[in-house]
């Protein structure tokens, strides 16, 4: 089922279906072990943001079904791209925006288009990795500033996890004086999930005061830079 | 069909929903004061259990990923959303488990349990968090004014539908042809807009029988002359579920619209009255012939859980896990939404049976507006879910 071969109809949302089975289906929920580290450069501007996402092995088993392994048990590489480069579409999208949200003074600051995307299978573990580098259409110093990451779906039908050992990481070239800072989300009290509940469905809506509620319930990365 | 508008006229309604109601007899607890409160309550548990669960199928089709809904956590009052809330957190809780389970029993015969109680359990959870299913049903009931027998029955039937077709799904395009997932997925998306579609004309034929004809009757009904309770059988079931087969023999006109309608409903509208007719008939077995578009209407959208739990156990060459778990899923769901079908038959009882004890003159116009709000409601969630379904298309 090449993607050519479909109708626009039927390639979107085959696209979007792929990508998580949301779409279609309703109800299963989704789990990553993420892990991000965060370029900053030498002069102390943070430029991208690469991540790693890990999906859970059930979700992995069934994304994969109906793809044929090579002799030698690999998946076919032009399966992953073009599963890599479906997701990416998908995640591009103004809603979801890859799940990931930079707030310097208060702004979201915006992306340039998403590089090194791949999707991998880790044979050992049997689920499937997607990685992407999302850089800042403008990078940003951090000269005695601080930057917000949060990596979230608004939906919270996707679970993410940072829980590894350096899941959160910032790259070799970064000065010193720049450190990552990772709160996890706080524990879904009565009165939160109430909030949260209450999120408007309409998304247009959503950002501004997503922000707001959400507060402290994603998966915040503060990356800041003492001045020098 | 006279029938309905002399009883809602005149409120000489004699019901027998004491002998319906199995889940719950009002009976052992009412008793003085507390009636003008229990009206109160019973009434809105009747109404909201048909509409409380509808807005969350807004929330579908507006995200880029679909918006599901349990992860969302439905849209109404704060504290429906915050159980929901909780509910979702249960319900990931087992779900998260079913693979080592799998596993488990792979190794271990024993073990078969777990994954069993693991997916009854995520069937339980499954079903009390927002979704579409139990509203169709528990309005469904509502508005035919059925059992609380046949409305648990019938949720168990479209709860048992609803896991084989995931079952045959599976085996059809994962087993047999070996599917992609985005093929599966597209499977899914046709049999979600089937079922949406069964909803929404299920939902038109029901407002049309239970909220616009009885209104339409009562103002072309122009005389008193007919007599409506002539056979014994014929009166519960007339106002009950608007069909006057009883009363053809009153008048040339009364005649022909009673056959008129009975041939409307059963072949063209399908959509299900289950006679209430006497209380020996109760307890009788669901018609299904008049039944099978709620059947349908929830059973043909696979539950997603349960294709992926399939899926997964088919990657494992264990298969046979994986239909023991969907039917452990169907199970749970299906009990949980015959639960609340019977609650819903109890409010609805309830509250008629306050109406006749404070008057009979309020009877019918009581039977009348919870049959039409549930009807109103089956339609509008129809309409909901195919418009969200659609959107996605766009």
Redesign the interface.
């Given at each position: 089922?090449r993607r050519t071969d479909l109708s626009a109809?039927?390639r979107?949302?085959?696209a979007?279906?792929?990508?998580?089975?949301?779409?279609?289906?309703?109800?299963?929920?989704m789990?990553i072990d993420a892990r991000a580290v965060f370029d900053v450069d030498a002069a102390g501007n943070l430029t991208a943001i690469e991540q790693r996402w890990m999906f859970?092995?059930?979700?992995s088993?069934?994304?994969?079904?109906?793809?044929?392994k090579q002799k030698g048990g690999a998946y076919p590489p032009d399966k992953l791209r073009a599963m890599a480069d479906d997701w990416m579409q998908?995640l591009e999208?103004p809603?979801?925006h890859y799940f990931t949200r930079v707030t310097v003074d208060g702004e979201s600051l915006k992306y340039a288009p998403p590089r090194d995307s791949a999707v991998q299978w880790d044979a050992k573990l049997q689920r499937l990795v997607l990685r992407f580098t999302l850089p800042l259409a403008q990078p940003v110093a951090l000269a005695g500033k601080q930057a917000d990451i949060d990596i979230y779906?608004p939906?919270?039908?996707v679970?993410y996890a940072f829980d590894a050992p350096g899941a959160i990481t910032l790259a070799s070239s970064a000065p010193s004086t720049c450190k990552p800072t990772y709160r996890p989300p706080r524990q879904?009290d009565?009165a939160t999930?109430?909030q949260?509940?209450?999120?408007?469905?309409?998304?247009d809506s959503l950002p501004d005061e997503l922000l707001a509620i959400t507060k402290g319930l994603t998966h915040r990365v503060e990356v800041a830079c003492a001045a020098s | 069909m006279r029938g309905i508008v002399m009883q809602i006229r005149r409120g000489r309604v004699s019901g027998h929903l004491s002998d319906d109601v199995s889940c719950s007899d009002s009976r052992l607890f009412l008793s003085g004061a507390w009636r003008g409160l229990a009206v109160v309550i019973a009434l809105g548990i009747a109404v909201a259990m048909a509409a409380f669960w509808a807005p969350a199928a807004w929330a579908q089709g507006t995200h880029p990923f679909g918006v599901p809904e349990a992860a969302r956590g439905g849209t109404g009052p704060e504290w429906l959303s915050g159980f929901f809330g909780q509910v979702s957190i249960w319900q990931s809780h087992f779900y998260r488990q079913l693979t080592q389970a799998v596993r488990a029993w792979q190794q271990d015969g024993h073990a078969a349990w777990t994954l069993i109680g693991l997916s009854f359990a995520y069937g339980v959870f499954h079903a009390m968090g927002p979704g579409h299913g139990k509203a169709v049903i528990t309005a469904y009931v509502l508005a035919n004014r059925q059992t609380a027998r046949n409305g648990a029955l019938l949720a168990m039937l479209s709860a048992l539908v609803q896991a084989l077709v995931a079952i045959a799904m599976v085996l059809l395009l994962a087993a047999l042809l070996n599917v992609t997932a985005a093929t599966m997925n597209q499977a899914t998306w046709w049999l979600e807009a089937v079922s949406y579609a069964v909803i929404t004309a299920l939902g038109a034929c029901l407002v049309w029988t239970r909220a616009v004809r009885p209104l339409w009757r009562t103002r072309s009904s122009s005389h008193d002359d007919d007599h409506d309770h002539s056979h014994p059988d014929a009166d519960a079931d007339a106002p009950v579920d608007g069909h006057a087969h009883a009363h053809h023999h009153k008048s040339a006109h009364d005649a022909s619209h009673a056959h008129h309608h009975d041939h409307v409903h059963d072949d063209a509208c399908g959509c299900g009255h289950a006679h209430v007719p006497d209380p020996a008939l109760v307890s009788g077995p669901l018609n299904l012939r008049r039944a099978w578009s709620a059947i349908a209407a929830v059973g043909l959208r696979p539950c997603s859980g349960a294709i992926i739990v399939l899926v997964f156990a088919l990657s494992q060459d264990f298969l046979f896990a994986g239909i023991a778990s969907a039917l452990a899923m169907g199970l749970g769901t299906g009990l949980t939404v015959a639960a609340l079908a019977c609650l819903a038959v109890g409010a609805g009882a309830l509250a008629e049976r306050i109406g006749r004890s404070g008057g009979s003159r309020w009877l019918g116009p009581l039977r009348y507006g919870i049959q039409a709000l549930a009807a109103i409601a089956v339609l509008l969630l129809g309409i909901s879910l195919l418009g969200g379904q659609m959107a996605m298309m766009g």
């Open positions: 089922m109809v039927t979107r949302v085959a979007l279906a792929l990508c998580l089975p949301g779409v279609a289906l309703a109800h299963p929920h789990w859970d092995e059930m979700f088993t069934y994304a994969m079904q109906g793809v044929k998908a999208d809603i979801s779906d939906t919270y039908f679970a879904l009565y999930m109430q949260l509940a209450a999120i408007p469905p309409d998304p | -």
